[in-house]
């Protein structure tokens, strides 16, 4: 299985036979311009830059975390620093689009450097890229040229600040077309919406419940095989709660049973619960109660 990595933008221009970026740590490339892949077209391709790609007709198909998908329409993918991903045309290479490439280091001290880190669609989001129409097509291309142009011919002390401004609105927009799928795709996502309540049971109500602790986002997501991020998002729009509240709901409901009865201690209960230490248990019952386990069981009396 061959591994190809990039450590910089210009080495990734070299691989796909393009000449040098215009500037070292952002690059815009004009699809079209990567004529053929390469033969031995690698079956793992990491970078330690950023990679937007919006292709808007492409004979092949990517392989990106778990998930493979096709690019016969217009597409807006993306991938972080040391993410896995892998591309195969599927006949002869027709493609059209673009792609920008940013390092890290070009978003130090920037309002990015941290802000980029919360937007969802830079984990291994879900089934496919986000779509988009034409006019919203035309919206980011137009984005894209903005940033190619300030790129080639500026270099000023504003060039840097403007770039940003550029791939933010470029971001922002995306944040809402990603957000839009949850919507539009209402009927998949009640299904997964489904799946999550029966695993939620599952791992509240099986033989082996609470076995490996308190059950967490992660764990779950992993067994839908969705991202953290992506199914948290998802429920958030579907049930007005995150995936972490909805485990904590079930915590605190699988507690009051048990404090409803006298046979074991709170102690006990926290550790059947999944908790190490009690105090655990009791400051996140009273954070969602308003009230402690022990002010709960004496309601009882």
């Known amino acids: 299985m061959k591994h190809e990595h990039f450590k910089n933008i210009t080495d990734y221009h070299k691989f796909r036979n393009l000449k040098g970026p215009s500037h070292p740590l952002v690059s815009v490339i004009h699809i079209p311009e990567i004529e053929h892949l390469n033969v031995d077209e690698p079956d793992k391709i990491t970078q330690d830059?950023?990679?937007?790609?919006l292709k808007t007709s492409v004979n092949a198909r990517m392989r990106y975390g778990q998930t493979e998908y096709d690019f016969n329409e217009g597409k807006l993918m993306f991938v972080a620093p040391r993410q896995v991903y892998a591309v195969q045309a599927t006949g002869q290479l027709s493609h059209k689009g673009w792609l920008l490439l940013m390092?890290?280091?070009f978003l130090w001290n920037t309002s990015l450097a941290e802000k980029i880190n919360g937007y969802d669609y830079f984990d291994y989001a879900v089934n496919e890229a986000i779509f988009l129409s034409d006019k919203e097509k035309?919206?980011?291309?137009?984005?894209l040229q903005n940033i190619d142009e300030e790129c080639k011919n500026h270099t000023d002390i504003f060039s840097k600040s403007v770039i940003i401004t550029q791939i933010e609105l470029l971001l922002n927009y995306a944040q809402r077309f990603y957000h839009r799928q949850f919507i539009t795709r209402e009927k998949e996502n009640h299904k997964i919406l489904t799946r999550?309540?029966?695993?939620?049971?599952?791992?509240?109500?099986?033989?082996?419940?609470?076995?490996?602790?308190?059950?967490?986002?992660?764990?779950?997501?992993?067994?839908?095989?969705?991202?953290?991020?992506?199914?948290?998002?998802?429920?958030?729009?579907?049930?007005?709660?995150?995936?972490?509240?909805?485990?904590?709901d079930k915590l605190i409901e699988k507690a009051?049973?048990?404090?409803?009865?006298?046979?074991?201690?709170?102690?006990?209960?926290?550790?059947?619960?999944?908790?190490?230490?009690?105090?655990?248990?009791?400051?996140?019952?009273?954070?969602?109660?308003?009230?402690?386990?022990?002010?709960?069981?004496?309601?009882?009396?």
Request: aromatic share 12%.
């Open 103 to 105: 390092h890290p280091d």
């Open 196 to 248: 999550f309540e029966k695993i939620l049971s599952q791992k509240f109500d099986g033989d082996e419940a609470f076995s490996n602790g308190v059950p967490t986002v992660r764990s779950i997501s992993e067994s839908l095989h969705l991202s953290s991020g992506y199914l948290s998002a998802m429920l958030k729009v579907l049930t007005g709660k995150t995936a972490q509240q909805h485990i904590h």
């Open 138 to 143: 035309t919206n980011i291309e137009k984005i």
């Open 49 to 53: 830059f950023y990679m937007i790609a």
């Open 256 to 301: 009051k049973q048990r404090l409803s009865l006298p046979e074991a201690s709170i102690s006990e209960i926290a550790f059947e619960l999944g908790f190490e230490y009690s105090q655990s248990f009791s400051k996140l019952f009273k954070t969602k109660t308003g009230i402690t386990p022990s002010e709960f069981r004496k309601s009882f009396n």
